[in-house]
Structure formats: C-alpha cells, structure tokens
C-alpha cells in the first residue's frame, strides 16, 4: 500500500477537490514531487490525517518498502499532542486541513531531503519508477519523530493564528464553512496584512471578555442589575467610582457625591431597562493615541478593541452601533451599523483600520453622536442611547456647546462612559472629560482587557 492513512472513495474525492483549488497545496505537491517519488502519497496522508474525523494508520507490514518514511512520519504525527490541538480546528474542514498541510511544508521538505542523502537509492525521484524493490527497511525513527512534532508545531501555530484572526474580527467558523476555498483564502491574508492584524489575539480577547460578561447578565428580575443609578449604597458602587478613592485628590469628591446620593450604582430595582437607544463608540485617533504602553500595545489598539466589543454588545441587544473616529474639529468620520442588518467586514475592519491623526476635538465627535440619538428619538421614539467616549486628552468646550449638550442630555436620557485611555489627569475630578460623562474610569495597563469589564455589564 502507498497510503499511510485509511481512506474511502468519499475522502479521496475531499482532497482531489483540494488540491485543485488550493494553488498552495498544488505548488508545494510539484516542488517536492520533482524530487522525491514517495512526496504525493506523503500529502495526501497529512491532509487526510488532519481532515478526517477518525484516523486510521495501516500496519506498518501493510506498507510498500519505498513508503515506510510515510508510515513513521505520520504515526508519529497523529500521536504527537499538537496535532490533537491542530484537529480541533481542521476535523471536517478541507480549508483549514489544507492550511495545516501548508504550515507543514518546511518541515516535510526537511524530512525527505534528509532522508534522500542517507537513502540515496530511496526516495529521489528520477524517471517516475517505483523504488520499492530498493529500499532495504525501516528509515531512522527518531529523526522522523522529530519531523513530525515539529511539523506538528507549526501546523498547530499556524491554526491558532488564523483562529485568532477570525474571532477578532467576529467570522464565525459557520460563515468561514459557507466561503469558497479561494475567497477563503483571500479574506485570511487579508486579515493577516491588515494594520491592526498584529493585535488580533487582543482584539479577540476583548471581545470574549465582552461575551462573558453579557452572560452574567440576567433579564428583569429582582435583585438583578439590569442598569446603573445613582444613590449612597455602597454595597452596589460601581468599580470606576471606588477607584476614585485611591487617588487623595478625588477622595472629596467621593465623599461629596456620597454625601449627595449621586454615586454611580448598579441598578438592582427590577424592571427598569438599560438604555435602548444606539451604542456610540467615540474614539480618538489623534496623534498621541499612537503611544505604546506595557507589551507595545498602543492606545489605540486598546480602544479600537473595546469599541469592537461594544459592538457586539449592541448587537447582542438589538441595537444600533455608531462608531465616530475624531481627531481635530475638522476630521470626524461616523460609521453606522444597523441592528436591522448585518455588520459587514469590510465596514467593520475600516472602521477598525482608520486613524485620522492631528489633534484633538470633543465638540466634533459628541455634537454628531448627540445629532445622531436626537434623530433616533425624533424617527423612532427611542431614547436612553449610551455614548462612550474614549480618548488620552483633556480639551475644552464652550459653554454655549455645554449648554446643548447637557439640554439634549435631559431631553434624550442617554448617558456618557468615558474611558481615559492611559491619561489619568483626564479622569481627575475637575477636568473637562469627568464634567462630560456620568461614569469615568482610567486605563493604564493596555493589555487588560478586564479594566472595563463593568461598562458590557450596564449598557
């Protein structure tokens, strides 16, 4: 037999399909192929070992002389733990089998040119001839062992990846099952180039965070929090509002908001419903958003990140999302999606992807998000919208616009989260950010993704 691993008409037909859509596949078949006769027969059975559901490896007896390395390579591959990881993600899948397959190819391109210097009566491949007669017993074990758990290595590195791109960008392995193998193909290396692309793993994070804590939520009952209010019971204070008390500057102001019943409190009264309204993320992409804190993450990835997340929690809820990207007064661009219709990628990772630069505005950005629910309440009769504002700068208004801002605010009954990405005297008491949001908290350390769980647990 030249196979190593046990296969129906049905998983032949699986790889030949493959093989003529993957022109990775086809490339790496006819450069090893060249050279060594057993090369064919060697990746079917590594992508067959990835695919199926249940691998069976035939008897080594079972196997033609010139194919043994075949049969230590991949006996070594189906028991090694990482391929067990990579299976997880390739069972059933001809894509992300034949991706492994790929993520292979080094390690395989090893494996026989090393073996055609110490067999050279072996494996090379010259007229097409089977050498079957020639080869004289089992090739080194240990070195093919070896083979295989680094084959393995990559194969799992490589799967992971991908994953990790998918999940940060919100494609599901059902949506990626329904795409032809090329467009496939194209969407991962065009996740894999994308600016942000280096911060998926974070991304994806921050979104599962995000998930988690939607399902800690619980619906309407009482004693459940369903919201956030204001009082003087301490017992429901949320987080943002205790960690002012690590700051001596903020502690009177803690003292006086508890004094006036108007700390920010998880609301546990029952029926009383969050906002309905859209979900507007404004995140500034000035320049100093750039800046790298702890592990090279940048402001701004953190704060694309959670906007992303805040995304999904809109849609979760059937609710519009708004994303504003704002820099100077004169550089703001909205990006809306309806919870009526799908959130496309290609709005989705321009969003993600845009980054204006200059200075900084606060006018520009709120004037449109409150321009925006002032529509929502005027088209639809809804109101309680959420607006998050997250930026690394504190900058002025007028008191005209403040004046608006706050009769609008009365009006419309939508709150303001604000979020000083790596800025703390933006979040002192007295700057013009904590005079603008409801609830303010201060993130310092970007790879957290945690340091605003509390937000997905009330909007």
């Not at 492994?100 to 001839?129: I, W």
């Not at 309407?220 to 301490?234: A, F, I, Q, S, Y």
């Not at 009365?410 to 303001?416: I, K």
Request: glycine share 10%; aromatic share 6%; charged share 30%.
């Amino acid at each position: 037999m030249n196979g190593v691993v046990v296969a129906d008409r049905f998983d032949r037909l699986t790889w030949r399909d493959t093989y003529e859509q993957a022109a990775g596949v086809r490339e790496l078949a006819a450069e090893l192929a060249a050279r060594h006769e057993c090369a064919e027969d060697l990746l079917t059975d590594v992508f067959l070992a990835a695919y199926k559901p249940r691998v069976r490896v035939r008897e080594r007896a079972e196997m033609a002389p010139s194919r043994l390395v075949n049969h230590e390579f991949v006996s070594a591959l189906v028991e090694s733990p990482e391929f067990g990881e990579v299976r997880r993600d390739t069972v059933g899948d001809p894509y992300a089998a034949a991706m492994a397959l790929l993520a292979q190819g080094s390690a395989l391109r090893g494996l026989l040119e090393r073996e055609a210097r110490e067999r050279p009566d072996e494996t090379p491949r010259r007229d097409g001839q089977d050498t079957d007669a020639a080869a004289p017993g089992a090739p080194g074990a240990p070195g093919i062992r070896a083979a295989a758990h680094s084959a393995a290595a990559q194969a799992s590195r490589a799967v992971r990846q991908e994953a990790s791109l998918m999940r940060a960008w919100g494609v599901g392995p059902g949506e990626l099952e329904r795409l032809p193998f090329e467009e496939r193909a194209r969407l991962a290396e065009r996740l894999r180039t994308g600016r942000l692309a280096e911060w998926a793993e974070l991304i994806g994070r921050f979104r599962q965070m995000a998930a988690g804590e939607r399902a800690r939520k619980v619906e309407n009952t009482t004693g459940e929090l369903v919201g956030v209010t204001l009082g003087d019971d301490l017992s429901r204070v949320v987080p943002s509002e205790l960690a002012g008390l690590g700051v001596p500057a903020l502690r009177a102001v803690f003292a006086a908001r508890y004094a006036a019943g108007e700390l920010m409190l998880y609301d546990s009264r029952g029926e009383q419903p969050t906002g309905r309204g859209a979900v507007i993320a404004c995140v500034d992409t000035s320049h100093s958003m750039y800046e790298a804190g702890p592990g090279g993450v940048t402001r701004e990835v953190w704060a694309k990140a959670c906007a992303l997340a805040l995304l999904d929690q809109a849609r979760a809820g059937g609710r519009d999302f708004v994303g504003i990207l704002f820099s100077a007064a004169d550089k703001v661009r909205v990006f809306r999606f309806p919870a009526d219709r799908p959130a496309g990628l290609d709005t989705t990772m321009e969003f993600a992807e845009t980054f204006l630069g200059g200075g900084t505005s606060y006018q520009a950005p709120l004037g449109a998000a409150r321009d925006l629910l002032e529509r929502e309440f005027d088209d639809a009769a809804r109101a309680r919208g959420d607006i998050v504002l997250l930026t690394d700068d504190d900058c002025g208004v007028t008191e005209e616009w403040m004046r608006g801002w706050n009769a609008a605010k009365h009006r419309l009954g939508f709150r303001v989260f604000g979020v000083a990405v790596g800025a703390p005297r933006a979040a002192e008491s007295d700057s013009v950010l904590s005079a603008l949001c409801d609830n303010l908290r201060s993130v310092e350390d970007f790879t957290d993704v945690h340091a605003a769980a509390d937000l997905f647990r009330v909007i």
